[in-house]
Nanobody, 123 residues
Framework: QVQLVESGGGLAHPGGSLRLSCATSGFDFSGTAMSWARQAPGKGLEWVSGIYSDGRYTFYADSVKGRFTISRDNEKKTVYLQMNNLKPEDTALYYC????????????????WGQGTQVTVSS
């Protein structure tokens, strides 16, 4: 069955960095687009970034563009999110999602999500 397991969250100071990982199994990872989304307390799920199956095309929400970088290792079946210059408003539970051929911002297009990893940005 499809499994998505996020890790790498934690506490960071404003301006700091974290790198999230999402290890996957149970599907053809190298043929599947992947994304990251987040949910802040009291808010809905917000798409953050997506990457096509071959890694050549990446997409970002305006709120993270220039600070976050999505990447993937198809041999390790893992997708990453490097988060730099973190801000308190980045505090959220971060999820990776499997989108088939889709890597865009429509959350309803994603069939599978992991359990999430908490990112807290605070001084």
């Amino acid at each position: 069955q499809v499994q998505l397991v996020e890790s790498g969250g934690g506490l960071a100071h404003p301006g700091g960095s974290l790198r999230l990982s999402c290890a996957t199994s149970g599907f053809d990872f190298s043929g599947t687009a992947m994304s990251w989304a987040r949910q802040a307390p009291g808010k809905g799920l917000e798409w953050v970034s997506g990457i096509y199956s071959d890694g050549r095309y990446t997409f970002y929400a305006d709120s993270v563009k220039g600070r976050f970088t999505i990447s993937r290792d198809n041999e390790k079946k893992t997708v990453y999110l490097q988060m730099n210059n973190l801000k308190p408003e980045d505090t959220a539970l971060y999820y990776c999602g499997q989108g088939g051929n889709y890597a865009g911002p429509d959350i309803s297009e994603y069939k599978y999500w992991g359990q999430g990893t908490q990112v807290t940005v605070s001084s």
